[in-house]
């Protein structure tokens, strides 16, 4: 079964500090790739999203990730976070087979607190 | 996302009630899904629905029914609630006609606490 690891659970940093969110998945075949956001009180929102064509892709807000086929990873970074950012960060795959095409396996969510 | 209309948006019942929880959308996409998320386990699909025909479990249906009524209708039910179905839920929305692995749009969530 497929499956997609995020790992770390808490993520704590000041403003103006780098963030990178690890993610990897388990799938060998085909995938497309989401990073959703969840600000306290809120739905989720898709923050970028990868298909196919350049690894680096950028979303919305300054992030952006890196798709790394060889490692089954799509971490996402922000050069410098602000306050703002304070939310849950989702990956999400979703592989091209059988019947659930569509469907999507999230991560189990990192939080990120930024310190003012 | 306003174009996904969840209700309620909040619930507060007791063990052993018949809950439903709706789910409209005005996106004109076929495909519609129901989660839970639940903390530190991030979200869970119950089951999704391609059109308004096919219905299908997903990771953890039991314990849970479904109804397409319409394509822009979704809603799901707890026939006999539980507490450990606390939990927030979400419904969403994805469009196959543009390819596949389009992203989801989600509703505002359901809050619903079983007591």
């Known amino acids: 079964a497929q499956s997609v690891s995020q790992h770390n659970h808490h993520v704590i940093l000041s403003e103006a500090a780098s963030l990178e969110l690890g993610c990897n998945y388990s799938?060998?075949?085909?995938?497309?790739l989401f990073w959703y956001v969840q600000y306290p009180g809120q739905h989720l929102q898709l923050l970028l999203k990868?298909?196919?064509?350049?690894?680096l892709v950028k979303g919305i807000k300054g992030f952006e990730a890196e798709f790394i086929k060889s490692k089954f990873s799509f971490n996402l970074r922000k050069p410098s976070v602000q306050w703002s950012d304070t939310a849950e960060y989702f990956c999400?795959?979703?592989?091209?087979?059988?019947?659930?095409?569509?469907?999507?396996?999230f991560g189990k969510g990192t939080k990120l607190s930024v310190k003012p | 996302d306003a174009d996904v209309t969840q209700t309620p948006r909040n619930r507060i019942t007791k063990t052993g009630k018949r809950i439903m929880l709706e789910c409209s959308q005005t996106?004109?996409?076929?495909?519609m899904y129901w989660y839970r998320q639940d903390p530190g386990l991030g979200l869970r699909l119950i089951y999704y629905?391609?059109?308004?025909?096919?219905?299908n479990k997903g990771e953890i249906s039991d314990g849970y029914s479904v109804s397409r009524q319409a394509q822009a209708k979704f809603s799901l039910s707890l026939e006999s609630a539980i507490p450990n179905q606390t939990a927030l839920y979400f419904c969403?929305?994805?469009?196959?006609?543009?390819?596949?692995?389009?992203?989801?749009?989600f509703g505002d969530g359901t809050r619903l606490s079983i007591l």
């Open positions: 999400a795959v979703n592989a091209n087979y059988g019947g659930s095409q569509g469907n999507l396996i």
């Open positions: 969403a929305t994805s469009d196959s006609g543009r390819g596949l692995g389009q992203p989801q749009h």
């Open positions: 799938y060998g075949g085909t995938v497309n």
């Open positions: 996106k004109g996409h076929d495909r």
């Open positions: 629905s391609f059109d308004v025909k096919d219905i």
């Open positions: 990868y298909f196919s064509g350049d690894p």
